[in-house]
């Protein structure tokens, strides 16, 4: 293992590396460094977010750039408008003991003009978004005709968000000789490809291997029913008192309902999705890198800017579409030399999805029991023991002990702890004394979607009517891909999908049933309205479905009335919906969820 003054590097760099800590380079850096400060080349690194990619571009950018020049000679493109800041502020730490340095950011949402001029006072080293690079090279506001070193940061994101076109544009702009440093965390063919069209001969390095998960990062996977998702979600969280997590889900509204819930119900929680504005997200994001938020939760482009070194768990509220995505997301924890754990919350149907995974990171998961009431008692407890014991007294409270110790003249200590705990403790133990096993057993076939699959169906999954059929051109195929697209499901969360002349029917796990009729409340399609409505038939291939009776559904569709009968109906519509989960599904007794909706003990904030 070489240390930094062994790689070469300069003395206002090596004084800048002391001020910041890093004791010796991390392996993308060993391997980067010298390669970069010893020749002009274009170089392929696969690297994770968190490894010390910037400083292993960074370092050498810095070395070989004229600080007494004015031109602008590095540009770093990536693929948001937080990893671009996040860039800007590392390099300037990096290069403070560089006198002349100036380094410039250039991204949306923020003033172009004043960009422009921060450019025109000298920017030896340009760190921009793609969009707005490209708006400023349109403008004449910025020169890169000059640049040496170009650096493709994340450059798997940054195609994944369609800036091909933006980055072959900006490109066009830069001189032929200059070095392309393309760095990725994983390679899928569009990066080939890339690399291939703008490089030439690069040297290639691998941190890891390609797509692998960083050894930092250790994964984990509980089993349960779909229904028991959210619930399982916050015992992993009371299991670990001092989280610091992002919690992933699949869309921009299941993010937004999630992180309402855990507000709901006492966490410091906060969403982070792309239908909140740009200062929505800010404050977000301050709040969770002042650690005010102990559970971010968020979609996966929300997510990709995230720049926070010491988050503690990434948990998979559910699986992403794109099972390579499961990289990015892990990659969020495990940074800077830290631990973190990746979880993942799946149902039977996905649990072959982990073995994709496996697979894919070249590590294996462990599969791990939703701890139970008691457990999470315990925790809570000497959690609260343990902060207790490192609490430094606040003479504050001198002037009220008397009368506090007056109170407490007869009470032993004994007596005393045991009262003290019981505030905090009782809080969880009513909460959770009735609680239920979480856990689905592998291979079992009760309770998990699988069940509901089976003719006559379970109460784990919901059926639906829809007023369209093979005479608008569906077949079952076409149907499910069309309801997965609308409702941004994964594949296998629409199922027994029966396309009849006129009219279909399909399954959805119950807890995607209000989010189903929700989308197709006066929705229309190919200008006609699209009804779907829970049908009474559970199991579908029986022919005795309340909608099933053909004819007087067909009569139904189309057309204004259609939609006045629908909006006539809405209240009615969902007095329906009620009616029919009282009446086919069991109440449910678990204690997680008892006392209206997520009742649940106040969590210490931090
Ligand atoms: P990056 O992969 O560039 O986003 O870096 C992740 C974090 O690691 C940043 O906060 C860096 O400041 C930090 N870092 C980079 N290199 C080192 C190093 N050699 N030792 C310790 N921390 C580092």
Known sequence: MSTFQELGLNDDLLHAITDLGFEKPSEVQEKAIPILLNSETDLVALAQTGTGKTAAFGFPMLEKIDVNSRTTQGLILSPTRELCLQITNEMKQYGKYCKGLNVVAIYGGSSITDQAREVKRGAQIIVATPGRMKDMISRRLVDISKIQYSVLDEADEMLNMGFKEDITDILSHTPEDKSTWLFSATMPREVARIAKKFMDNPQEITVGNKNESTSNVSHEYYLVNSRDRYQALKRLADANPDIFSVVFCRTKRDTQKVAENLIEDGYSAGALHGDLSQNQRDLVMQSFRKNQIQMLVATDVAARGIDVDDITHVINYQLPDEIETYTHRSGRTGRAGKTGVSMVIVSKSEVRKIKSIERIIKREFEKKDIPDGMEICEVQLMSLANKIHNTEVN????????????????????????????????????????????????????????????????????????????????????????????????????????????????????????????????????????????????????????????????????????????????????????????????????????????????????
């Open 395 to 606: 003479h504050e409270i001198d002037q009220y002990l008397t009368s506090i110790n007056e109170m407490f003249e007869e009470t032993s200590k004994e007596e005393l702890i045991k009262k003290f705990f019981s505030v905090e403790f009782t809080r969880f133990f009513n909460y959770y004394q009735k609680s239920k096993n979480l856990n689905v057993a592998e291979g079992s076939r009760d309770g998990g979607r699988e069940g509901g699959r089976a003719f006559g169906g379970n109460s784990n999954s919901t059926r639906y009517f829809i007023n369209v059929g093979e005479k608008d051109g569906f077949d079952w195929m076409k149907l499910k891909d069309f309801l997965k697209d609308q409702l941004q499901l994964g594949r296998d969360d629409v199922f027994k999908v029966e396309v009849k002349d006129s009219f279909s029917f399909f399954n959805t796990e119950n807890e995607t049933k209000e989010k189903v009729l929700a989308h197709f409340t006066d929705f229309k399609h190919e200008g006609r309205f699209v009804n779907v409505e829970v049908s009474e038939n559970r199991g579908g291939g029986r022919r005795n479905d309340r909608r099933g009776g053909g004819g007087r559904r067909d009569d139904k569709r189309g057309g204004g009335r259609r939609s006045d009968d629908r909006r006539g109906g809405s209240g009615n519509r969902s007095d329906r919906r009620r009616g029919s989960d009282s009446g086919s599904k069991p109440r449910r007794s678990d204690s997680d969820s008892s006392g209206g909706n997520f009742s649940r003990p106040r969590r210490s904030r931090r």
